[in-house]
């Protein structure tokens, strides 16, 4: 069956949802039924915003039936229109038409449940004992290497391409014949004599070096003693990581006895030749398979017990269940228009579904930039864009969006430059856009070019790139010194200016690291930053909260207590201490010398009435009743830290959810421990603190 795929190019601010929606008006004024469209966006918020215009470009061209019949189509994500289709076709999949999908933070916690139930101790030492010996433990750049996170990979890859186990073990497999194939073939040499010729080398090489007087340059000195490190290892250890052989062979000394140094560093630059090394990266990427197929179908046993499915689950479903002849015939007479919006984020087993569609679908419109496939968001494959473009005959001139309505032209013509190398395996057209907006448009005597750039230079360090803080306090002196000039700006509906103002202003990071740095350098330079990082439970309202629950939940918790005196700023460390000291000398003294403290007392009383309040009632409760924003905002950065109180009551809806998705109570114990569940695995997430006075990194 042909596919009547119409590819539609569109970049970021091309006019997309403008052009979706006049081809939507279009296609119902040509005949399409309203209610036979289905349509995939990204969001749920896209899918809401193009389904509002439809029906408001209806409304004013006075079709009112077909505005009301619109409410009928599918419009959402492809997870939301797969849980509809799931439904409708309950008996036909063999499944129950009450769909119960387990959110995606949920998913997480019980697969590491279930990946936990196969991981024993044996499993573990030999994972972690693997782990060292090739090096990946070594601190990087991002972190602490943790193995569990290649086991994840493999297991979330295998999910998303519905693999079965025989295809997972053939995955194994051709991973391990991959790599080898990068290496040469495996020595005749056993481990022993490779060992042997290792002690041998680096005996003679020191000694070499030690007695070689006519060099005595610090580089050679350095040398001598990291070899006597690496033997000393060697001796206490009975054996070298392989990284400790990668440096062996990269070592250098200086120019007089670099040929003292040679033999040695050939002969460790052939350890990829070692059966020892070959043997244990066999080990190590079959075990994280053997380990992820085990995970899988624990996970997968865990959820048929209990009815559940995942999102992986449900679009293997609905895979299966557009592969029904019945279903097929409903469908076909029912879909008229299918609508993929950017589908160059779509992973394999979503091209599939798309693709079923589109052979059921009178015709479909697919629409995507190819500029951001690179970034395989979701499982997203960047090579699927490129095969749909080429199966359908490419992309036509009329179907590439060619404007840009969002930028001003100067920043138009610089990305133009940047993309059309980047991407110089595409037709430049399909690239480039054109600045819809022009130029006078934004003039102002007192306005800047629309590109500045700012080349910071450290004459004093000779030239060399200084270390990390350095460029991110000058931007952020130079971003201060922006706004002191007050340049103007336009408002969104440009029709006034402005002075600029912090809020006006983002900062784009490579890493969450490097935004962590530029916020704190933009704090140092007196401007506020708002960025996403964990820590929400460590913030000072976060711990007040956290106490105050803890207090609440068992009032002779004498350590919350203690932080709450503390936190609230009416009482220092130092008179709580000498106060419970007094207590534990004379109990009848008061515990916190506190008697007349209010807090303490309020949530003494609190305790009486939130037996039945549920963990967001006990929070909106304590946030209101002990006025803790009046608190907080006293103690400056007001934005953040109420971000911080409102993302905390977050959680606890987020909490309460959970629960009744997994059909179990919800408890202030049982938040306490979810919240501490989040903080230990960083994922305790503060408030962005958002504002006009807050720039956003």
Known sequence: ???????????????????????????????????GIVATTFTQKAAAELYERVRTRLLRSGRKEAAHELGSALIGTVHSIGARLLQRFAFEVGASPRVEIIAEGDHRRLFNESLAQVLDEERIAAMNRLADRLGLTKKALDGTYDWRDDVRRITEAARANMFSAEALEYSKRRSIETFEALLPPVSAQTAEQWHQQLVQWLTQTIEALDGHTADETKTTRQTLEELRDLRTQLHQRGFLYWYEWAKLGKMNAGAKSRHLLEPLKNFA????????????????????????????????RYKRSRGLIDYADMETQVAQLLRIPAVRAVLSSEIDLLLVD???????????????????????????????????????????????????????????????????????????????????????EQVALEPALPAERYAHPEAPSAIMHWHFLNQDNHGKVPPKPWLEHLLARQIR??????????????????PLRPGDIAVLCRTNRDCEEMAKALH???????????????????????????????????????????????????????????????????????????????????????????????????????????????????NQR???????????????SACQRMQAGASLGGFLLWLNELEKTAADLQGSGEGPETIRV
């Open 342 to 428: 950017e589908f160059q984020d779509t992973s394999p087993i979503q091209l599939d579904l798309f693709l079923q569609l589109s052979q059921l679908a009178r015709q479909a419109i697919w629409v995507g930039d190819p500029k951001q496939s690179i970034y395989g968001f979701r499982g997203a494959e960047p090579a699927l864009m490129q095969a749909v473009i080429t199966a359908t005959g490419g992309i036509h001139p009329e179907n590439i969006l060619t404007q840009s309505w969002r930028s001003r032209p100067a920043l138009v013509y610089l990305t133009n430059a940047i993309f059309t190398r980047v991407f110089n395996h595409l037709p430049p």
């Open 481 to 498: 010194a922006l706004i002191e000039r007050r340049i103007p700006v336009w408002n969104k509906k440009r029709t006034q200016t402005r």
């Open 524 to 638: 140092a330079a007196g401007l506020k930053a708002a960025v996403f990082r964990n820590g929400l439970l460590s913030s000072t309202e976060g711990r007040l909260l956290m106490a105050c629950l803890k207090y609440l939940l068992n009032p002779n918790d004498a350590l919350s207590a203690a932080e709450i005196l503390v936190l609230s700023g009416n009482h220092n460390l130092d008179e709580v201490i000498a106060h419970r000291l007094d207590y534990l000398e004379q109990p009848t003294f008061d515990p916190w010398g506190a008697s007349d403290f209010k807090l303490l007392q309020h949530l003494g009383q609190l305790r009486l009435h939130i037996a039945d309040a549920s963990p967001a009632e006990v929070l909106q409760i304590l946030t209101a009743e002990l006025q803790l924003q009046h608190l907080v905002v006293r103690w400056g950065n007001a």
């Open 642 to 656: 109420l971000d911080n109180l409102d993302r905390l009551r977050w959680y606890a809806v987020e909490y309460e």
């Open 269 to 300: 630059q052939e350890h990829g030749q070692h059966p020892g090394f070959r043997a244990d990266v066999r080990q190590y990427i079959g075990l994280a398979f053997d380990i992820a197929a085990d995970a899988i179908a624990e996970y997968q």
């Open 1 to 35: 069956m042909t596919m009547p795929i119409t590819i539609l190019s569109a970049g970021a601010g091309s006019g997309k949802t403008y052009t979706l929606t006049e081809r939507m008006f279009e296609l119902i004024e040509q005949g399409v039924r309203p209610s």
